[in-house]
């Protein structure tokens, strides 16, 4: 053997050796991506260690992109505004496949069971389903109403148990609800109609049960049971701020799985600078808390103790702190100019806030309401943990 | 009487919509570029080809006057997510931002 060919087979050695032993054994349960929205990139980030892991380019439109995890919490699926679909690896940063799936998408969620992932469409509206081992189309589901002869575009697309989906279409004012758990080729639908006027984002509940859609175009929600769909969907809050002036709504507030603590869930106000208290049980309002401005995110933190609140132009400087038991303000951030998510490590110790305009990512500790840090984030806007992966709904 | 107030009207705004435009001054401009990209964005999308709001672009609007375009941004359209920006955009400001989307909106 010459050297040559020793030397050649050395460095072959070293090129397929070396990374996996460059790269130590790892979980990945702390980790996570946060959006950088006008750069059609993500970070992949480490919540123990506070760092920024590596960027994963080449998403497309991240505007307004949202992430679901894999059940191994290996696989992160990214949805961009562009009907973009990407599947990364947070173990290597490695785009392992991306789809373009439809022309302008806004979201979307993963099944139970974990293969099946859902995006929601606004061109052309609809939902397909895909299997999330390989991103193959496994349906297609055009949101088309015949109170409106056209398709419409869908919002608040949310897993619940039993592989269903549930969405909302925004403009035919219909809820769906998709079963993939007898053949997920052809998912049987139930369909809801007259649900009420432009329902423009949903929730579900964290144990999967109630499925919550938002109204914009008149006052209440609507309310399906997961257990008992037969019953059909019910309005509720209808009486919430009638007659009182709207104010105007510079951006549209988020509904949030995270938004629900013991019996309550906490919704934003829409044109009112409140945040509402409802009663599962009965669905009853119990209260509304005056807050700093249109709130965007109301989440409750994983202890269900307090809520965090962000909030549309032109407050969107500002976090609200609210405590659950007193039902008041306890205290007041100000992070800086355009404040656009919020998300606490698993068990809540630490909240980390995206700020677009100063290209930060803040980290707090939600007991001291002390920052712990930043990072350098080019305009963040979403920022999702791997932990996600474990509820319904996010 | 004056004849045809309305001619003069007309006249005027059309004379003054380019003239206005061209006035704003270079840095305003630009903050009405990234607020348009930024603000308007969460609605009509960064690029502004659409999302829970119409798309924005000049191919999509070309045949809507002005004027309405202007109302519209200025004053919102009432039983739809639309808001009124008169607050936080001057009429100067709302003129360049539709002569820029008609024109195709800079990036």
Not at chain 1, 19 to 28: K, W
Not at chain 1, 156 to 161: I, N
Not at chain 1, 327 to 341: D, E, F, N, Q, Y
């Amino acid at each position: 053997m010459t050297s040559r060919k020793v030397l050649l087979i050395f460095l072959a050695c070293v090129v397929l050796v070396f990374p996996t032993f460059a790269q130590e054994l790892r979980g990945t349960g702390d980790l996570g991506l946060i959006v950088e929205r006008a750069k059609g990139s993500i970070q992949l980030i480490d919540t123990t260690k506070h760092t920024l892991l590596q960027r994963v380019e080449g998403l497309g439109d991240t505007s307004h992109a949202s992430a679901v995890f894999s059940r191994d919490t290996r696989y992160a699926y990214v949805f961009g505004r562009d009907g973009g679909l990407t599947k990364v690896d947070l173990l290597t940063g490695k785009i392992v496949k991306r789809v373009l799936q439809s022309g302008n998408s806004i979201g979307g969620a993963i099944s139970q069971d974990g293969r099946f992932i859902a995006a929601a469409n606004y061109v052309p509206g609809g939902v397909k389903i895909f299997d999330s081992e390989t991103l193959e189309q496994v349906a297609d589901i055009p949101a088309y109403s015949d109170a409106t002869q056209a398709l419409s575009r869908v919002v608040g697309l949310e897993d619940s148990f039993g592989n269903r989906f549930a969405f909302s279409l925004f403009d035919a004012g219909e809820i769906w609800l998709a079963d993939l758990s007898e053949d997920p080729r052809h998912p049987k639908l139930t369909q809801y109609k007259n649900i009420g006027n432009q329902p423009y984002d949903a929730l579900v509940t964290p144990d999967g049960r109630w499925y919550v859609a938002g109204l914009y175009g008149e006052d209440g929600m609507a309310v399906l049971d997961l257990w008992h769909p037969e019953k059909g969907v019910r309005r509720v809050l209808r009486e919430y701020g009638r007659g009182e002036q709207k104010l105007p709504v510079y951006k549209m507030p988020h509904l949030e799985t995270w938004a629900a603590s013991g019996n309550l869930v906490f919704i934003p106000g829409v044109g009112r600078h409140e945040v509402v208290l409802v009663d599962i049980s009965t669905w009853q309002l119990v209260g509304r808390i005056p807050v700093a401005g249109q709130p965007v995110f109301v989440m409750s933190d994983p202890t269900g103790r307090r809520l965090w609140v962000n909030f549309a132009f032109p407050d969107y400087d500002t976090v609200q702190v609210i405590d659950v038991e007193s039902r008041s303000i306890i205290h007041t951030l100000k992070p800086g100019k355009a404040v656009l998510h919020m998300e606490f490590t698993p068990r809540g110790e630490q909240v980390w806030i995206s700020v677009r305009d100063a290209n930060r990512v803040d980290i707090y500790d939600t007991t001291t309401f002390k920052k712990l840090g930043e990072l350098p984030v080019d305009a963040p806007s979403g920022i999702f943990f791997s932990a996600r992966a474990n509820r319904f709904g996010l | 009487m004056k004849p045809y107030p309305w001619l003069t009207t007309l006249l005027l705004l059309g004379c003054a919509l380019p003239v206005q435009a061209e006035n704003l001054p270079v840095a305003r401009q630009q903050e009405l570029t990234r607020f348009v990209r930024q603000e308007c964005g969460f609605c009509h999308g960064l690029r502004l080809t659409g999302g829970l709001g119409s798309s924005l672009t000049a191919e999509a609007l070309k045949d809507k006057p002005a004027e309405t375009l202007i109302a519209t941004i200025r004053y919102g359209r009432t039983g739809t997510a639309m808001p009124g920006w008169a607050p936080y955009l001057s009429e100067a400001d709302t003129e360049w931002i539709v002569d820029a989307l008609l024109k195709g909106f800079p990036e």
